[in-house]
């Protein structure tokens, strides 16, 4: 089975201060991704990436950065968390399918900023 | 960037009905996955539809894709309280690659 795990369940951290979230997928996906989750807006994709090394923004990158510098770690940091960045944010892998690809994700991580 | 809109977004039922989620959008997907999420844990892959007009069965779970590719359905028969969580419809864009999700049903099934 396909796993994938975050650092952390709960995480409570005071406005401006640095925030690492790591994920660690365990099938050599090449694929990775950091979305955020809020009630009644879905998860919504911060970055992701398709190699190590590599990343590409996704549709709401800002406040965020990300490194990928082994194939089954990548890594969401908030350079400086605000309150508005309270969420859960939950990784993902994937992999192809037969012509499908499918996404695998962790049990996420619930940030609040106070 | 394409949109999807799920319906409704809350629905509380008793074990037993039926039910169906609605999945739509104005854009075209190459396919559609449909996703399951349960309390505390991340999203779980139920099904992915390919064809426009193809339904998939999983047990009581029947899953629809437009005959266009722009909307979805699934449908639950005879619930259970084992059917509760939150159901994310999820388009596939043509890389193949990135998932734009829908805002989510929350399904609560009481006995």
């Known amino acids: 089975d396909v796993k994938v795990t975050q650092s952390s369940r709960y995480l409570v951290k005071r406005t401006g201060e640095k925030v690492f979230l790591e994920c660690v997928q365990d099938?050599?996906?090449?694929?990775m991704f950091w979305y955020r989750q809020d009630p009644g807006l879905g998860l919504r994709l911060i970055y992701f990436s398709y190699d190590v090394k590599m990343k590409e923004k996704g549709d709401i990158p800002e406040g965020y950065s990300v490194s990928r510098e082994k194939k089954e770690r990548f890594s969401l940091i908030l350079e400086s968390a605000s309150t508005n960045q309270t969420s859960m944010y939950l990784c993902?892998?994937?992999?192809?399918?037969?012509?499908?690809?499918?996404?695998?994700f962790g049990p996420g991580t619930r940030l609040t900023v106070t | 960037t394409q949109l999807l809109e799920q319906s409704p977004q809350f629905l509380s039922i008793q074990e037993g009905e039926n039910l169906t989620v609605y999945c739509n959008s104005s854009?075209?997907?190459?396919?559609l996955q449909w996703y399951r999420q349960e309390p505390g844990e991340g999203p779980v892959l139920l099904v992915t539809?390919?064809?426009?007009?193809e339904v998939k069965k999983l047990k009581r779970l029947t899953f629809q894709f437009g005959d266009a590719r722009k909307d979805s359905s699934l449908h639950i028969t005879a619930a259970q309280p084992g059917d509760t969580g939150l159901y994310l419809c999820a388009g596939v864009g043509n890389a193949g690659n990135m998932l734009t999700f829908g805002g989510g049903t929350r399904l609560m099934v009481k006995p």
């Open positions: 993902a892998s994937s992999s192809l399918s037969g012509t499908v690809y499918e996404q695998y």
């Open positions: 099938m050599d996906h090449e694929n």
């Open positions: 854009s075209v997907f190459s396919s």
């Open positions: 539809v390919v064809t426009g007009g």
